[in-house]
Structures are given as C-alpha cells and as structure tokens.
C-alpha cells in the first residue's frame, strides 16, 4: 500500500516553454502532498506544501508564480513550471503524507531537462 | 526546531560485512526519526522509523536502527551488506506542527563486491 506514482518520469523542453508535473496517490487519499527538488548528489530541498482545496505553501526562495502548484483531488497534485530555463533542470520529487502520519510517501521522481 | 547531522558522505563496505550508516540528531522533546534510502534515479523508500519504545527498531530489507538517547544519535545498520544495498540514505525527523522532514545531507553507500 501507499504507492505514489508521477508522471512523467522524464521529460526535456525548450527553453521558455512549460512543464506540467502530476503526483498521484495510488491507493490512499492524501490531504497533504509536497513536492522536492533534487540537485546532482545532494540533498532534497523541499519546494512547497500542497494542501487539497487550499494554495500552496511555499518555501523561502522558491517562486510560487514560477512553480504553480495545484492539489485539486485528494489523489492529484500537480506542479507547472513555467517559462522553464536551463537552470530549472533537475530531478523533481513529490510524496504525499496521510492523514494523521507523519511518514511521507515518496513518488519516483521526474527528471526535467530544459534546453 | 529539528535537525539531523549525516557525518559521512561516503561509506564503503565489503559486501557481506556489517554495515552501519550515522546519524546524530538534535530535537526538542521525544523525537520521531525515520531513515528513506534512494536508489539511482529513483524517489525515496521508507526503510523504518523511532516513534517510542524499543531502542532497536526493525525496518524493511533487513535493516535496524538503534536510538540512543544519551549519544543523541540513531544509526542505521544491517549485519551483512549486500551489493544491491548501495544507495543513498537519508535520515528524517518530521517537525511536530507542519508535518515537513528535515532530511540529513545524506549518506552514499557503497558496497564493493
């Protein structure tokens, strides 16, 4: 059980153009989903909170009219990353949390290359 | 506020030796620790957690980790490495109130045949 799923698994784009990210909880329903950025060998940052029915919560640093987030379903969250640069290329990851646990669920990740 | 501190960047371990990843935490009241491994290109899996109780805490493919509260630390082991256990790993609290995880800087496990 928990499995959450994203899709796609990898993507490229020309600069300027967007990208839309789903997160889906498979076989649970998710009040709270996140959504991660990983860099090459490092760490990963979270990016926003992503609450069903209400906006996001993002974190410091991160462009909220840049990277749209909607969790319209307790099974759906979707991340866009807008007028996409080179620089937003990287490895992003969602997981979504039950409610009432503090474990979180982690998608497989997709993997945004912008040329 | 939560923390956790990963020393190692890199740990290498014979395949069939025992291995242990660390990790030393700094939390305000009862902690909750939980430990996710990534393998390559892939999203993080829950491997097992400390919520209260036993010290010693079993988690998924033969992996344990023990806290100790005296040494603030709670370091993940497994008695026999395996190669298919080179991955990196992560150690987690969640912060009580916003339900967020602090990950470690994490820790890359190699296990050489």
């Known amino acids: 059980g928990a499995v959450v799923s994203q899709h796609p698994s990898w993507v490229i784009c020309k600069s300027g153009t967007s990208v839309k990210i789903e997160c889906r909880s498979l076989?649970?329903?998710?009040?709270?989903m996140f959504w991660y950025r990983q860099f090459p060998k490092q760490s990963l940052m979270l990016m926003a909170t992503?609450?069903?029915?209400?906006?996001?919560?993002?974190e410091q640093g991160v462009e909220k009219d840049k990277f749209l987030i909607n969790h319209a379903s307790l099974t759906l969250s979707t991340l866009t990353v807008t007028s996409a640069h080179p620089e937003d290329s990287s490895f992003y990851i969602c997981?979504?949390?039950?409610?009432?646990?503090?474990?979180?669920?982690f998608g497989p990740g997709t993997r945004l290359t912008v040329t | 506020a939560q923390s956790v501190a990963q020393p190692e960047d890199q740990v290498n371990v014979a395949e069939g030796n025992p291995l242990t990843v660390k990790c030393t935490y700094s939390?305000?009241?009862?902690?909750?620790l939980f430990w996710y491994v990534q393998y390559p290109n892939r999203g993080l899996q829950f491997l097992l957690k400390?919520?209260?109780?036993?010290?010693l805490v079993k988690g998924s493919y033969g992996f344990e980790a023990e806290f100790n509260k005296s040494q603030t630390s709670f370091h993940l082991k497994k008695p026999s490495a395996l190669v298919s256990d080179s991955a990196l790993y992560f150690c987690?609290?969640?912060?009580?109130?916003?339900?967020?995880?602090?990950f470690g800087t994490g820790t890359r496990l190699t296990i050489i045949p």
């Open positions: 992503s609450n069903e029915g209400s906006k996001a919560t993002y």
């Open positions: 997981s979504a949390r039950i409610s009432g646990s503090y474990e979180q669920y």
């Open positions: 076989d649970f329903q998710a009040t709270t």
């Open positions: 939390v305000s009241g009862n902690p909750y």
């Open positions: 987690a609290p969640p912060n009580f109130g916003n339900e967020k995880l602090t």
């Open positions: 400390y919520i209260t109780g036993d010290n």
